[in-house]
């Protein structure tokens, strides 16, 4: 682990000196919890309210999200791209509080709206209900796009942890249905495969905050005690083919025991002819790409990803 990395290890085992899932939900819920969020980065605006779809079976669903709006050149911000942003925490724990200035970077750097998701969260709300609401803000975006003042041809998504496998989801969801494809996928250490075999998981089995032990009590709260998914839609690198998804920025941390099935997620990506853009950040553990502030990679690693955002959203293609 670089420098950064140590410190913070260190200070993690001082305040945390047993795994985090020891602590029961109530437990890892409290360890979670954020302070008051940071606020370095200004944006224009930034507004809440309830995205409400009627999905094709006549159901109303409705999930609440966040919506940052950021300063542009000129008056005229009708028709700004837009990324829609879905949190990390083992499907379990955090909220949009804790991504608050990630999304602010994004919206600011990427000069795009960003609509973070408070999606319902295990073991209260099990699959598929986190992957319900993914699809209902998605689906609200699109069609208020024009009261959003968003171009409803340039929504990417984007997710961190569990919310990088919500992200990923929602591409073969929308492929499913016969839906476009998000203009790109940001995918940051995603929980894309529920194995627990690849090497990573055995050579960073103690990682710092989340080791395997830890990541799988996250996932059997998510899909119950088992820890059998119920559908392929809950752990993307079953499906049988990832042959027209979206673009992928995949982000990845060296010491994380979901290292390897987020790489292995991105080269059957680029095999199967989707564009592929890959970062390993080395020296990094998992979690380290919210912690803005805490690690100078955190930032680059952000300034990174929307220099494939802009770039998606102005020429259609990743950058070299």
């Known amino acids: 682990m670089d420098p950064e990395s140590l410190l913070a290890a260190d200070f993690l085992d001082e305040v945390l000196p047993q795994p985090l899932h020891t602590l029961g939900l109530e437990g890892v819920r409290r360890f979670a919890a954020p302070q008051a969020p940071p606020r370095w980065t200004q944006v224009a605006s930034v507004t809440e309210e309830d995205a409400t779809w009627t999905d094709p079976f006549g159901v109303v669903r409705s999930v609440p999200v966040r919506i940052y709006r950021p300063h542009t050149p000129g008056t005229d911000t009708a ?10 925490g083992g499907f379990t724990v955090a909220s949009p509080d804790g991504v608050d200035e990630v999304c602010r970077l994004f ?25 319900d609401d993914t699809r209902t803000a998605h689906a609200w975006l699109v069609e208020n796009a024009d009261r959003l003042r968003i171009d409803s041809r340039r929504i990417a998504v984007a997710g961190d942890s569990a919310g990088g496998g919500l992200a990923a989801s929602l591409c073969l969801d929308l492929r499913s249905r016969g839906l476009p494809q998000p203009a790109l996928q940001v995918l940051v250490y995603p ?21 395997a032990a830890v990541a ?19 752990v993307p690198f079953k499906a049988a083919t990832l042959a ?21 997620y991105a080269r059957r990506l680029e095999a199967e002819g989707v564009p592929v853009r890959h970062r390993r950040y080395p020296g990094m553990y998992h979690g380290f790409f919210t912690e803005i502030g805490a690690f100078t990679k955190a930032t680059e690693a952000v300034a990174d990803a929307c220099t494939s955002l802009r770039s998606v959203f102005t020429d259609g293609v990743l950058p070299a």
Not at 79 to 88: I, M, R, S, T
Not at 244 to 262: K, N, Q
């Open 107 to 131: 919206s600011h750097h990427a000069e795009c709206v960003v609509v973070s998701v408070d999606y319902r969260l295990a073991p209260e709300h099990p699959f598929p209900a986190a992957i």
């Open 216 to 234: 799988q009590w996250f996932w059997r709260q998510y899909v119950g005690e088992g820890g059998v998914a119920p559908s392929s839609l809950a």
């Open 79 to 88: 028709g700004l791209p837009c990324l829609l942003y879905l949190h990390g």
């Open 191 to 211: 929980a894309v495969d529920d194995s627990f075999a690849r090497p990573s998981w055995t050579e960073f089995a103690d990682a710092p905050l989340m080791g």
């Open 244 to 264: 027209g998804l979206a673009p992928a920025h995949v982000i990845t941390a060296e010491a994380d025991c979901l290292r390897d099935d987020a790489e292995a």
